[in-house]
């Protein structure tokens, strides 16, 4: 069945210190990967994402993620977090020539000043 | 930039009434998407929309339907609304081509309060 895990529900981080927010797929195609930031009452904003090509993506905002097709995995990182990253993450797959993308259930990120 | 919106920031409707949710996009993007979004439950889809007057059905359908007579405007409708229709209401449209291929915009939501 397709899916995406997110592990975290909840990470707290200090200002300054780095991050690594995890996302695991089950997908049968070639995926496309996308992490997703949402914050207090808005809409999701995409932070990046992967399609093809070098499995280190740059995105908005100083993140990063790498993804590792042996792991299943889509990893999102920032080496050092601001105070105004606290939102929730979300990590979504999809592929090509499907309308829908699955979603995960959400990372909770909390900045500790 | 990409721009979507949506009627309503918060709406108050009461068990048994029809709610309409209106969703305007103007990339003239063909997809659009409706979900609703439940604490631990991240995003579901309900409904989505290929191109005008197309429709299929998401993950969680029911108690809904949709309306798609133009291309900018993707509606949800709440034929009867109950309480457990209480939810984070977001729509998204999807680009099928140019530097933003395959990434849905979404607008700011709707949170429906059903009493």
């Known amino acids: 069945a397709q899916s995406v895990t997110q592990p975290d529900i909840h990470i707290t981080v200090s200002e300054g210190a780095s991050l690594e927010l995890r996302c695991n797929y089950s997908y049968g195609a070639t995926p496309y990967l996308f992490w997703y930031v949402q914050s207090p009452g808005q809409g999701l904003q995409l932070l990046l994402k992967y399609f093809s090509g070098d499995t280190l993506v740059q995105g908005i905002k100083g993140f990063e993620a790498e993804f590792k097709r042996s792991q299943s995995s889509f990893n999102l990182r920032k080496p050092s977090v601001h105070w105004s990253d606290a939102a929730e993450y979300f990590c979504?797959?999809?592929?090509?020539?499907?309308?829908?993308?699955?979603f995960g259930t959400g990372t909770r990120l909390k900045v500790l000043a | 930039d990409v721009k979507v919106t949506q009627s309503s920031r918060y709406l108050v409707k009461r068990t048994g009434e029809k709610v309409f949710l209106e969703c305007v996009q103007d990339m003239d993007h063909e997809n659009m998407f409706w979900y609703r979004q439940d604490p631990g439950l991240g995003l579901r889809l309900i409904y989505f929309?290929?191109?005008?007057?197309?429709?299929e059905k998401g993950d969680i359908p029911e108690g809904y339907s949709v309306s798609r007579e133009k291309k900018e405007r993707f509606s949800l409708i709440l034929e009867s609304a109950s309480t457990n229709q209480t939810s984070m209401y977001l729509c998204?449209?999807?680009?099928?081509?140019?530097?933003?291929?395959?990434?849905?915009?979404f607008g700011p939501g709707t949170r429906l309060t059903v009493l």
């Open positions: 998204a449209s999807k680009s099928t081509s140019g530097s933003s291929y395959n990434e849905q915009f």
């Open positions: 979504a797959v999809g592929a090509s020539g499907t309308y829908k993308y699955i």
């Open positions: 929309s290929y191109d005008v007057k197309m429709k």
